[in-house]
């Protein structure tokens, strides 16, 4: 099993129990030849290498409780680092990401963050996976149909089937048709519009996902998130 995975790859044991077959794949050698070609053309590829898999590394399946949908990291220098939506301290908070903090605080009345960094929601149980894991400097969607699709359908099936009573935040087109086999007699599935500002007003701000998330877990007896970012 470890053979099958590059050694700068951090992905945490309770994943490698149900991924680690999917390194040994051809989707995933051919996307592993298809970034390695990238790099060796001089394109830089974000997040770096040791983050791709920063969302699973973070948040060990068993602690699973809210899954949050991207599409593909953030393109531009300093952005990405393994987790959808989120920035690091320091970098200037994207407009999507100003979105759910904005329906954070109508819905929960929890103050605007000052930064942008999520971690504390993976380090919570809230998975932060993007849809896409890599993605060319300054080429939004540019490793979109490379293989990551099939990698994180297998995440979302892994999580179907082996964990009981995870919300999952549902937030426009892409992220509905990615979650479309979701069981919803075990999970809890909530849909609304992309927070980006072209459809945020369509019906994500009010969409209420968080207190539903939080009334959702405390009913099957888990633990609510705290979704303030301080």
Same mark, same amino acid.
Request: aromatic share 10%.
């Given at each position: 099993?470890? /053979?099958?995975?590059?050694? +700068?790859?951090?992905?945490? #044991?309770?994943?490698?129990?149900?991924?680690?077959?999917?390194?040994?794949?051809?989707?995933?050698?051919?996307?592993? /030849?298809?970034?390695?070609?990238?790099?060796?053309?001089?394109?830089? *590829?974000?997040?770096?290498?040791?983050? @791709?898999?920063?969302?699973? +590394?973070?948040?060990?399946?068993?602690?699973?409780?809210?899954? *949050?949908?991207?599409?593909?990291?953030?393109?531009? /220098?300093?952005?990405?680092?393994? @987790?959808?939506?989120?920035?690091?301290?320091?970098?200037?908070?994207?407009?999507?990401?100003?979105?759910?903090?904005?329906?954070?605080?109508?819905?929960?009345?929890?103050?605007?963050?000052?930064?942008?960094? &999520?971690?504390?929601?993976?380090?919570?149980?809230? @998975?932060? &996976?993007?849809?896409?894991?890599?993605?060319?400097?300054?080429?939004? $969607?540019?490793?979109?149909?490379?293989?990551?699709?099939?990698?994180?359908?297998?995440?979302?099936?892994?999580?179907? /089937?082996?964990?009981?009573?995870?919300?999952?935040?549902?937030?426009?087109?892409? #992220?509905?048709?990615?979650? %479309?086999? *979701?069981?919803?007699?075990?999970?809890?599935?909530?849909? $609304?519009?992309?927070?980006?500002?072209?459809? #945020?007003?369509?019906?994500?701000?009010?969409?209420?996902?968080?207190? %539903? $998330? +939080?009334?959702? @877990?405390? $009913?099957?007896?888990?633990?609510?998130?705290?979704?303030?970012?301080?």
């Amino acid at each position: 099993m470890g /053979d099958s995975i590059p050694r +700068n790859i951090r992905l945490h #044991a309770s994943w490698l129990e149900y991924l680690a077959v999917e390194f040994e794949q051809p989707y995933m050698q051919a996307l592993r /030849d298809f970034l390695r070609a990238e790099k060796r053309a001089g394109k830089q *590829i974000f997040p770096p290498g040791d983050e @791709l898999f920063a969302a699973l +590394n973070g948040t060990p399946l068993d602690q699973v409780k809210v899954v *949050i949908l991207g599409q593909d990291p953030y393109h531009g /220098d300093g952005q990405a680092h393994g @987790l959808c939506f989120s920035v690091r301290p320091g970098v200037p908070i994207p407009p999507s990401l100003q979105n759910i903090f904005k329906e954070l605080h109508q819905e929960l009345g929890l103050p605007l963050p000052g930064h942008g960094s &999520l971690t504390a929601w993976a380090g919570q149980g809230v @998975l932060l &996976l993007n849809s896409v894991l890599s993605v060319e400097r300054g080429r939004a $969607a540019s490793h979109q149909g490379k293989g990551w699709e099939t990698f994180t359908d297998r995440v979302i099936s892994v999580i179907n /089937d082996a964990c009981q009573h995870v919300v999952f935040m549902l937030w426009g087109n892409s #992220a509905q048709r990615k979650g %479309a086999f *979701i069981d919803g007699s075990r999970h809890c599935v909530l849909k $609304a519009p992309h927070p980006s500002p072209l459809s #945020a007003h369509r019906g994500f701000f009010g969409c209420g996902h968080f207190a %539903a $998330a +939080n009334a959702y @877990l405390a $009913a099957h007896g888990r633990a609510p998130v705290d979704w303030q970012i301080t």
